[in-house]
């Protein structure tokens, strides 16, 4: 069972940046990491998913050009740069692992349509101001 433990969220002011980490207890490269969040009273948002296999990346249009996820196989740490933050990026941000399979990255772009990720971390929580 994977083990993943988020950190580095907080508070800043629109347009600042912020790193978030998931340290993972390990990893396969079968697998893929995502990153999640959900504001409450809002329905949980894919933001950015990494297929370890290939090294693709795929991201939600509202965070493109803003946010980069990246992995350190060495470490098994995920991470989520956000840069030019906005309020509405104001969410508790999670950390999801599990096993994938896809044929080409068309396929995997589906990822947020079509994953159901069994690992998951506790949060952490990203609140920009105004």
């Known amino acids: 069972q994977v083990q993943l433990v988020e950190s580095g969220g907080g508070s800043v002011q629109a347009g600042g940046s912020l790193r978030l980490s998931c340290a993972a207890s390990y990893t396969y490269s079968t697998y893929c990491m995502a990153w999640y969040r959900q504001d409450p009273g809002k329905e949980r948002e894919g933001v950015a998913a990494?297929?370890?296999?290939?090294?693709?990346?795929y991201y939600t249009d509202s965070v493109k050009g803003r946010f980069t996820i990246s992995l350190d196989n060495a470490k098994n740490t995920l991470f989520l740069q956000m840069n030019s933050l906005k309020p509405e990026d104001t969410a508790m941000y999670y950390c999801a692992a599990d096993l994938c399979y896809y044929d080409d990255y068309a396929d995997f772009s589906q990822i947020f349509r079509t994953a159901n990720f069994g690992y998951w971390g506790q949060g952490t929580q990203v609140t920009v101001s105004s």
């Open positions: 990494f297929w370890i296999a290939r090294g693709s990346t």
